[in-house]
């Protein structure tokens, strides 16, 4: 066992030619039970149709993954039934998550390792809307550093927001601090500026080495110290800009593409000139150093 979730569990196989996988199992803990041994069993009748419903949006989210051969994407490489449920078989990654590397540190990581780290994901990211799907479930648990640095996507959320519309009394499908206000609300407005929010609020956790304030409780009143307040002399002035724009409660304030996103990113930092001093103060300057 990898993982656990009200939605899926995740565990660490070996395939028929011993490679290592990692597969993925639809259980819905809120509407399903393990019977003896693996096998799942629906709690109720009438649960029945929402549990069809979620299997049929896993299978279907899942074949829209195996569609995407991006490097910073988790790869689906098959599926299969089983124990009454449906199974996705992954490539296994090694390394560990951005949750991970920003507790390891003492002080926020670097303004580069944001930039590069992100530059790249959003690069997988622009992929996955291409494919007219949403991730809706980005944090720094589920971005995942491998070995050589490179960042990969992993647990896709949007069967599961598909699932707890349908069953208002399922747990929540997205995380507190990185949804953004639309998947509490109005699933009508969820877009590309949604994963955009996640994104924003992964970057602040990189700075502020917590989760934001949630976005329901900002909604009421909005206490979240904008980055441009935390972040000076930490972060340049043109990088904090972006995560606060990431960041706007309004949906049509944020960036509205990973391509609008991404330019914004790669524009290098802009370096302050000193500021010119006048001959007099010049001179008092060298009598103030005598």
Same mark, same amino acid.
């Not at 949604?194 to 009143?221: E, F, H, Q, T, W």
């Given at each position: ?120 994901? =959003?690069?997988?990211?622009?992929? /996955?809307?291409?494919? !007219?799907? *949403?991730?809706?479930?980005? $944090? ?124 914004? =990113?790669?524009?290098?930092?802009? /370096?302050?000139?000193? !500021?010119? *001093?006048?001959?007099?103060? $010049? ?8």
């Amino acid at each position: 066992m990898l993982s656990t979730g009200g939605f899926s569990f995740v565990y660490l196989a070996q395939d028929s030619d011993n490679n290592t996988v990692a597969i993925k199992e639809y259980m819905p803990t809120g509407l399903a039970l393990r019977e003896q041994g693996a096998t799942v069993m629906i709690s109720s009748e009438a649960d029945a149709t929402t549990f069809k419903h979620g299997l049929k949006c896993f299978f279907e989210e899942g074949l829209a993954l195996a569609k995407i051969n991006h490097e910073n994407i988790v790869r689906a490489t098959n599926f299969f039934r089983e124990n009454n449920t449906v199974y996705m078989v992954m490539q296994y990654e090694r390394g560990k998550s951005m949750q991970e590397s920003i507790l390891a540190e003492s002080a926020p990581v670097s303004e580069k390792f944001v930039r590069r780290v992100f530059g790249q994901l =959003l690069n997988g990211l622009r992929e /996955v809307h291409l494919q !007219k799907m *949403l991730h809706l479930d980005i $944090k720094p648990a589920n971005i995942y550093i491998r070995l050589d640095g490179s960042p990969v996507l992993l647990d896709f959320g949007s069967a599961r927001q598909t699932l707890s519309e349908v069953q208002s009394n399922l747990s929540a499908s997205f995380t507190s601090g990185f949804a953004p206000p639309e998947q509490y609300y109005d699933r009508k407005k969820l877009g590309p500026w949604s994963d955009i929010y996640s994104v924003g609020a992964s970057m602040y956790s990189c700075l502020s080495r917590a989760a934001p304030i949630a976005a329901n409780k900002r909604i009421k009143k909005d206490f979240l110290p904008s980055a441009v307040s935390i972040g000076e002399g930490i972060y340049s002035a043109e990088l904090l800009g972006i995560i606060d724009s990431c960041l706007q409660l309004d949906y049509l304030d944020r960036p509205q593409s990973v391509f609008a996103l991404q330019k914004a =990113l790669m524009t290098p930092a802009v /370096v302050q000139p000193p !500021k010119k *001093l006048s001959f007099a103060k $010049k001179i008092q300057a060298v009598f103030n150093r005598a």
